[in-house]
């Protein structure tokens, strides 16, 4: 599979597209999208093979929006993998630090260098659509007193320059990633991982709202020795303070002690589908 | 406690403030303001007594950004209830439906109402800050070609009509909120409820991540017969990929087995906090 395409959420530059790289490699196309729908209805519509979602940041929780839309679309995981969100000062080439009078970013990154604005009071913050397309605006209208704040590819694209390198308040904050593709394409290029390489599965499902009802679900795994790595709850639409329940767990759905847990789980649940198995990103 | 002030994001007119009265009665007053973290503020300092957030929606999911206040303020939760979320179509006296060209409101609001746009492609959806809010500016602007989608409290407040009531596609939707005080007026004026009437108990832990954690923690609920109706986690800061669980169950923590439940639980989580016991809401 030479040169596949991947979909993602935001401008060229974007921390999803350095997610994308480190899956398939430099060699992939890429196809923006406005939002997070239309990365999936990229696959739908078959212009691109894969997509690729944020799932979850370690400092601001899970991506609900995707929760839902994986439930809605069932395009299979394939892979995940987190980047750590480093947030670059980048600039015009020949722009220098006391030229710079106000910083262009999506918010959750202005947020996230608060540090960095303390000790500058003299630059403004704007908030702006998106991260890279900061950077993107700031070249295309040659902008000479301003920065953005983005990821190094950013800068790299839109040839501009990283002034102040990793200006974010919080060094542990990384987010994870889903690679998603259509079930036929799924079956037919099975992920291969290296032998004895740890694998993950992820999977939803809801209960009847009985007494002890999560803890039964969450037997199926601890019984049989499966090691949860997330779990995380969305309203169940139509049913009033009732829950869906996503669930990430270390296996692979083939795996005879996997199988009869979701077995296990079948039994007990309303609803159950499995979201996908694919190695454990690093 | 005669006329105790509540502090609630929002303008007047707000679901919160359609909550306050829900849990204290017409009497109370109200102290609007612009954010979650002010309403916290404001009990901090001193200026009202109570503040109440809404912490999940029944199609939304969580408000995550007040789970995380929960723990930063320790002030303890004592009371809850439920507002259905009903969306009116407000105009200003003397204005007639076909002569609307806008509709202003929260996105969320008007992302709630697609049926009502769909049957009307004449009308402009047009995002305001806040529900209440955008029928008190129809009334200051004094616009009279323009509608705004809100609470039927906001429209008897800003001295407004409701030309179409319950426009929301789907009636299934709750928000619940928490009422919350500072720990010295909790003790002083515990939260009293009829003889019998149901508790709930919220609590906030996290766990080593060893396998099995979660289940250890919710084995005991489970063991003692208590009755799980919410888990949600978040992010634990410093400590990527590791989560602060947040549970609701029926029970109060001074019960004896409660108590016992907690004592368990104290013994094998890495952080524990009761965040309150309050009487369940309707």
Same mark, same amino acid.
């Given at each position: 599979m030479a040169h596949p395409t991947v979909a993602f959420q935001?401008?060229?530059?974007s921390f999803s597209e350095e997610a994308a790289y480190k899956l398939l490699g430099p060699r992939i196309r890429v196809q923006p999208c406005e939002t997070f729908a239309a990365t999936f209805e990229s696959v739908v519509r078959g212009r691109t093979k894969f997509c690729l979602v944020p799932?979850?940041?370690? #400092?601001?929780? =899970?991506v609900h929006e995707n929760y839902d839309h994986l439930v809605n679309y069932?395009?299979?995981?394939?892979g995940e993998t987190s980047v750590r969100i480093v947030h670059n000062l980048i600039v015009l080439k020949?722009?220098?630090?006391?030229?710079?009078r106000r910083v262009f970013s999506h918010p959750v990154a202005l947020n996230q260098c608060l540090d960095f604005f303390a000790r500058n009071p003299q630059i403004e913050r704007v908030p702006f659509y998106d991260t890279a397309g900061s950077v993107k605006m700031i070249a295309e209208e040659k902008l000479r007193d301003a920065a953005a704040i983005a990821s190094a590819v950013a800068a790299e694209i839109y040839g501009a320059r990283i #002034?102040?390198? =990793?200006?974010?308040?919080?060094?542990r904050n990384f987010t994870r990633f889903f690679l998603l593709r259509t079930p036929v394409y799924a079956r037919k290029h099975p992920v291969r991982a290296a032998a004895g390489a740890p694998w993950k599965t992820s999977l939803v499902f809801s209960m009847r709202n009985i007494p002890g009802a999560l803890f039964k679900a969450l037997a199926v795994f601890a019984l049989r020795d499966l090691n949860l790595t997330k779990i995380e709850s969305r309203p169940l639409r139509g049913k009033p303070w009732e829950y869906l329940f996503y669930v990430d767990f270390l296996?692979?759905?083939?795996e005879p002690n996997v199988r009869n847990a979701l077995n296990h789980l079948g039994e007990i649940a309303d609803f159950l589908r499995v979201l996908g198995s694919y190695p454990k990103g690093a």
């Open positions: 935001g401008e060229r530059g799932i979850e940041n370690t #400092l601001a929780g =899970s069932e395009f299979p995981i394939v020949g722009v220098s630090f006391s030229g710079i #002034l102040r390198k =990793s200006i974010e308040d919080d060094r296996g692979r759905a083939d």
